[in-house]
């Protein structure tokens, strides 16, 4: 991409922050240019944002219907999957998912519990509710 060529949109989704993008410039030297953001990229991000409130919002039903534990609609709700929970956690998908399980959950050792909170952004207090939302 050229220097000229660098989408300078500002795109509401960078919160009036620039990323770097890289271009060439007129002798076709790479450089690192601002870019406050691409029409298209926001349309993506909004998206992908609203698929993720859709898949926090099936998650808190599948908890209050007592089908999954806590944990599973936490991860929604902060933006993670099941992919990012594990990388982020150091724990295997596997054993992930038979945390979702309430029964499981419910068991589940303190030091577990402070890593899920640690990668979730949460206390151990918290993980282990259901918070009242304001779509219930």
């Known amino acids: 991409m050229d220097i000229n ?5 500002d795109s509401s989704t960078h919160s009036e922050i620039k990323k ?8 076709g030297k790479i450089k690192n240019i601002a870019s406050s953001g691409w029409n298209v990229e926001e349309t993506v991000t909004r998206l992908a944002i609203d698929d993720l409130k859709e898949s926090s919002k099936e998650a808190y039903k599948l908890v209050k219907d007592g089908k999954m534990s806590p944990l599973y609609y936490h991860m929604y709700d902060v933006r993670m999957d099941l992919v990012v929970l594990a990388q982020s956690t150091g724990f295997f998908q596997w054993t992930i ?16 519990l402070l890593i899920y909170a640690d990668a979730l952004g949460k206390t151990t207090d918290e993980l282990k509710i259901l918070p009242k939302v304001e779509d219930e």
């Open 97 to 112: 998912k038979r945390d979702f399980k309430p029964d499981v959950f419910k068991k589940i050792n303190q030091k577990r």
């Open 20 to 27: 770097a993008v890289y271009a060439s410039d007129e002798n």
């Open 5 to 9: 060529s660098v989408p300078q949109d």
